[in-house]
């Protein structure tokens, strides 16, 4: 008996996971089949960085209901990605995980929230880096370390806005960047990517591409070195919107020497204000063009908030699709993504610069690569690991059916809607689920009587200090370990 449920677990968690990817060059690739990955994503913080509550025990990924239902919804858009902004490290995840890590997703976790003393902030950052924020920011990536589907962690987001910002924060975000990944190199097996998440402010935007990516003293693994760079990129906006006419051009041109993966760690303008979102710019980012230069995209975001930037509408226990769900579900299935998925990554590395003042464009943007030494007790807590913490685990979960109630734009109910459990291995794509969502309609999906004003690249949707939270994904190998521990 006892041995018959172990092997059951073991054949039910086995089957489903998502292996770890690793990145070489400016490309994330699976290791085994030598493959090529390129973010579908979107970004998941139900109830905007206000939805963030430690003290009601809440995050995004605590309430297995509602990870199922948006899994769902997710997957048969074509999702392989999801960004969570807002974690407790403290809270239980592991139910939210497996469903998205069963759904074929992995998960971008980022180790800030809007909390005061839970991020570097942008003017006085020299008062927001001291032990305890690290002490959280490093229980963080504890809880999601063992995770197979943890793709990377964002060290910090937008944190640059402007030239005060620019003046001041540089020398904090690498500071952090080289104390994250000294505690995954000191604590975990995997070591997890960790890098920044930019605003598109153009002034500053290839500075702090240089700034992140460049070697201090000319070593390759320069721990304060950033592995990835991730830009909220909203310049595509509105119907006529072409390659050109949004800079996306110039974005391409200039990432094409990248030594680090770049992707949009959110995208989807949604000015003019009162226009539907067409997502040309989706067909584009996978495109010949620049699908070799961007690792992807992450949709900005999954839920309606109060700045209109929703795909589904959540109302207490109910989901209703806005008008951006079928138009984005479409247009993503333009691409061949059979072709695209099969396309070997290169493979090689690619010299980074050596940090110099010439790299840096803008007379605003701090060329100094001093570094703020690490603060208070934080080497004690890199070679110790923190205290208190909690590793998540995959667990086995019996049921993948859809519980809460979900409406198509016209207000019919999805009927049946369950998260379809990818095999061993295998990562969802666009066109692998298909399920009828209803027909695509011109309404920008305003429910909630909401105003718009992004687009201005500066990215604060509704998030004070930074975030935003997106659901998971998957998580496999450590579900073998677990079922003999
Ligand atoms: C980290 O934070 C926890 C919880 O607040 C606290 O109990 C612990 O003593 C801290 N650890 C260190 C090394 O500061
Ligand atoms: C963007 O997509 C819409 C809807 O598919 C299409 O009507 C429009 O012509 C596209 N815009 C451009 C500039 O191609
Ligand atoms: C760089 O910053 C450090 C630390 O703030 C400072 O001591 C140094 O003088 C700066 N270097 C230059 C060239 O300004
Ligand atoms: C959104 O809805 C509100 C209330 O119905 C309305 O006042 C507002 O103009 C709408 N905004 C857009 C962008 O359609
Ligand atoms: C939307 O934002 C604009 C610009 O901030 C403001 O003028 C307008 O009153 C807002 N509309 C609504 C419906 O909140």
Known sequence: MLIQSALLALAATAVNAVKPLEIKGNEFYDPDTGNKFEIVGVGYQPGGSAGYKPDDNKDPLTDADACMRDAALMQILGINTVRVYNIDPYLDHDKCVSIFNAAGMYMIIDVNSPLPGEAITSYNPWESYFGAYLNRTFAVMEAFSQYPNTLLFFSGNEIINDKPSAKVTPPYIRAVTRDLKNYVKQNFKRQIPVGYSAADVRDFTYDTWNYCQCTIEGEKDDMSRG?????????????????????????????????????????????????????????????????????????????????????????????????????????????????????????????????????????????????????????????NGVTPKRNGQLVDISDFSVKLKVLDEQGNELKNLKVVQMKNDEVNYPGKVTTDTGKESTSTGNSTGGNSTKGDGKGDKDNGAAFTAPMILAAALPALAMVFA
């Open 227 to 383: 592995d990835v760079y991730g830009l909220n990129s909203y310049s595509w906006c509105g119907i006529k919107a072409t390659y050109e006419s949004s800079s996306y051009n110039e974005l391409t041109s200039n990432f094409k020497s990248s030594s680090v993966p770049v992707f949009f760690s959110e995208y989807g303008c949604n000015q003019p204000e009162g226009e539907p979102r067409y997502w040309n710019e989706t067909v584009a980012l996978y495109g010949d063009k620049m699908n070799t230069v961007f690792a992807g995209g992450l949709v900005y975001e999954y839920s309606e908030e109060d700045k209109n930037y929703g795909l589904v509408d959540l109302k207490g226990d109910s989901a209703k699709l806005l008008g951006d769900y079928n138009r984005l579900k479409n247009k993503l299935l333009k691409t061949d993504w059979k072709t695209l998925l099969a396309t070997k990554a290169s493979k090689k590395d690619i010299d980074a610069p050596k940090c110099d003042e010439k790299l840096i464009t803008h007379d605003g943007f701090l060329a100094n690569w001093t570094l703020p030494a690490m603060v208070d007790n934080t080497e004690d807590m890199i070679k």
